[in-house]
T-cell receptor, first 110, second 113 residues
Framework: GQQLNQSPQSMFIQEGEDVSMNCTSSSIFNTWLWYKQDPGEGPVLLIALYKAGELTSNGRLTAQFGITRKDSFLNISASIPSDVGIYFCAGQLSGNQFYFGTGTSLTVIP | NAGVTQTPKFQVLKTGQSMTLQCAQDMNHEYMSWYRQDPGMGLRLIHYSVGAGITDQGEVPNGYNVSRSTTEDFPLRLLSAAPSQTSVYFC????????????FGPGTRLLVL
């Protein structure tokens, strides 16, 4: 299967700090997606990116679709306690074939 | 709309037992998928369906069967459970197409002893 490498694996930050995480792949994807998963819940879509170089924001979240189409980045500005969770990147090749990264666990210390 | 619903929420099985994980969606989505989530592995696609009567294998299909007799339902069957199938299972649905969002259910936590 496709391998998506997500880093860092975990982060512990102070409330108010900015957060950056990224996802890289050996394959070229047509779409990059970023999800957040709260404990005991399914992933929820945060941002979707559809073309190389695209930069998209959703509130305090900003994500970019890498120029090579093999990577993507997610930034969270001015973190708050409710940002705690696991963040997943996902790449879509075509149709219903999505491949997920291994996740970044974010802890925000008040 | 209830969205994507999954039952049961938790299940404990003994090795060799069979069971069916239920998934239903009320959004009239054509695409439905099953994923398993294991620590450090992210979500991996087991099987998917692009419409009623059509199913296909994903990344890790061995040990699982699916069928799609209606648009709403997409059950996942474990014919003979193995400890390696201990995982959290998520069902997802979307309208299909490159720009359609996948909606995930709350998950089923399965322990195989």
């Amino acid at each position: 299967g496709q391998q998506l490498n997500q880093s860092p694996q975990s982060m512990f930050i102070q409330e108010g700090e900015d957060v950056s995480m990224n996802c890289t792949s050996s394959s070229i994807f047509n779409t990059w997606l970023w999800y957040k998963q709260d404990p005991g819940e399914g992933p929820v879509l945060l941002i979707a990116l559809y073309k190389a170089g695209e930069l998209t924001s959703n509130g305090r979240l900003t994500a970019q679709f890498g120029i090579t189409r093999k990577d993507s980045f997610l930034n969270i500005s001015a973190s708050i306690p409710s940002d705690v969770g696991i963040y997943f990147c996902a790449g879509q090749l075509s149709g219903n074939q999505f491949y997920f990264g291994t996740g970044t666990s974010l802890t925000v210390i008040p | 709309n209830a969205g994507v619903t999954q039952t049961p929420k938790f299940q404990v099985l003994k090795t060799g037992q069979s069971m069916t994980l239920q998934c239903a969606q009320d959004m009239n989505h054509e695409y439905m998928s099953w994923y398993r989530q294991d620590p450090g592995m992210g979500l991996r696609l087991i099987h998917y369906s692009v419409g009623a009567g059509i199913t296909d294998q994903g990344e890790v299909p061995n040990g699982y069967n699916v069928s799609r007799s209606t648009t709403e339902d997409f059950p996942l069957r474990l014919l003979s459970a193995a400890p390696s199938q201990t995982s959290v299972y998520f069902c997802a649905s979307s309208r299909g197409g490159a720009r359609e969002t996948q909606y995930f259910g709350p998950g089923t936590r399965l322990l195989v002893l």
